[in-house]
C-alpha cells in the first residue's frame, strides 16, 4: 500500500504517504520536486474538503494559483520511509491565502513549509477577492506553531552562467500551462549529479511571476557565486516566469 491514512481535525489536515523506490533520487531520498507534488496535493485535498476547492469554484470559472512557496528542511525521507504531510490554513487577505505545512518522517519532524495562493479569475487571469472566502478565516489556524523564517524577497538574477530549455507536451498540465513542479525540474538541473551527491537543498523558495506554455524556449538564470546560497531565475526575454532561491548544505552520508 502506497498511500495511508488520511485525517483532518480542527482545521488541521493530514495525509500519510509511503516512499516507494521508484519515487527517489539518485541519493535515495525523496526529490523536492516530489515533495511540492505532495504538497499541492494535500492543499487541495484539503480545500476540496472546506469547500473551498477546484468543484465549487471552476464552474464559476475561478481557481487557485500558487505564488510563492518556502520549504526549510531538517531531513528528508528516505526510500521505504513513512511521512506525513500535514497542513492548513494559517490566515487569509484581501490577495492570499497563507498555507502552512509540516512534514513528519518515522515520527519525527522532517520540516516546514511556508505558501501563498491566490485566486484568478480563469479568463481574464486577474486577481479575485480572497477574502470573500468566508470559510478560509472560520478554518484558519493562526495559533498553529510554523518555526521558520518567511520568504525572502526574490530579485532577478543579473549574473551568472544562463541555459535554456523549450517547454514540451510533459511540461504543461489541463490548464495548458507549465506544471508548478516542471518549473521545479528545469532549476534542479542546472546542477550535476555530482553535485547532489555532495549537497541537499535545505532551503527552497520559489516565486512564480507569469505563465509559461508550451513550445515556448525560456533561458535558465542561475547564480551560484556563493555555492551554499544560489538564486535561479526562468525567463523568456524580458518576461520572468519564476525565480528561485536554493539554500544548499553538505549532505549527511
Not at 484539503?46 to 518556502?70: K, Q, S
Not at 532549476?187 to 506554455?213: A, G, K, N
Request: a neutral charge; hydrophobic letters at 40%; glycine letters at 6%.
Amino acid at each position: 500500500m502506497l498511500e495511508r491514512r488520511i485525517t483532518e481535525e480542527n482545521g488541521v489536515y493530514s495525509h500519510e504517504f509511503f516512499l516507494a523506490a521508484g519515487e527517489c533520487n539518485a541519493e535515495s531520498l525523496m526529490p523536492l520536486p516530489l515533495l511540492v507534488n505532495r504538497l499541492i496535493r494535500v492543499a487541495t485535498e484539503h480545500a476540496n474538503l472546506m469547500n473551498v476547492g477546484y468543484a465549487r469554484f471552476a464552474p464559476e470559472g475561478r481557481g487557485w494559483v500558487l505564488v510563492r512557496l518556502a520549504v526549510e528542511m531538517r531531513r528528508y525521507p528516505m526510500v521505504n520511509d513513512n511521512y506525513t504531510v500535514k497542513s492548513w490554513v494559517e490566515s487569509a487577505s484581501k490577495l492570499l491565502s497563507y498555507r502552512n505545512f509540516a512534514i513528519y518522517c518515522n515520527g519525527e519532524v522532517a520540516g516546514y513549509v511556508r505558501s501563498e495562493w491566490a485566486m484568478i479569475d480563469m479568463n481574464t487571469r486577474k486577481l479575485c477577492d480572497v477574502s470573500s472566502v468566508g470559510e478560509l478565516a472560520a478554518s484558519a489556524r493562526p495559533d498553529m506553531e510554523c518555526p521558520m523564517a518567511p520568504p525572502i524577497r526574490l530579485r532577478p538574477v543579473r549574473q551568472g552562467r544562463t541555459g535554456t530549455y523549450k517547454f514540451g507536451y510533459c511540461d504543461v498540465d489541463f490548464n495548458r500551462h507549465v506544471n508548478t513542479v516542471r518549473y521545479i525540474e528545469r532549476l534542479m538541473d542546472q546542477w550535476p549529479i555530482e553535485h547532489y551527491d555532495r549537497y541537499t537543498v535545505s532551503r527552497f523558495e520559489v516565486v512564480f511571476v507569469r505563465e509559461c506554455h508550451y513550445g515556448v524556449t525560456v533561458s535558465i538564470m542561475v547564480d551560484d557565486a556563493d555555492i551554499h546560497d544560489c538564486r535561479a531565475e526562468i525567463c523568456n526575454g524580458n518576461v520572468s516566469h519564476c525565480r528561485a532561491r536554493f539554500v544548499f548544505d553538505e549532505l549527511k552520508k
